[in-house]
């Protein structure tokens, strides 16, 4: 599934997400999901940048996060970049969190994207039995 994407705080025109793709957004409590960002770098030189997706209740505030990734594009060049989450683990049946991907260069935030749908994560009911006594 594509989720749109639109710009949260700071400049656009330095790199581009041309898309994030992830599963159904709707994930069991702890489990853990990969989502893809297709990045492209508009400018005539090549960079290095770090990004980072995470899922919040607000912007900057990060629940789970997949962690900085490291990555060079060159020129004109376009590159998926993919980011491993753990849901959060609730104590709860079901929460939403938005999801928010944040893109630096040089340690400096240039962009962070927020998606325009939020991710589900839910605890699916189940029961053990563990023993069942005939009196």
Known sequence: MKLKLRKAQGKEGDIEVKSLEMEDPTFESASTHVATATFHNPKTASFDFTAEL???????TKTVTSGPKNFTLGAGATAPVNF?????????QRDA???YLEVKQAGVVLITFVATED?????TPAINVTQITWA
Do not use: D, E, R
């Open 54 to 60: 995470y899922l919040g209740k607000t912007l900057g």
């Open 84 to 92: 491993s989450v753990n849901m959060p683990t609730l104590a709860i």
């Open 97 to 99: 969190y938005h999801v």
């Open 119 to 123: 991710v589900n994560v839910v605890v």
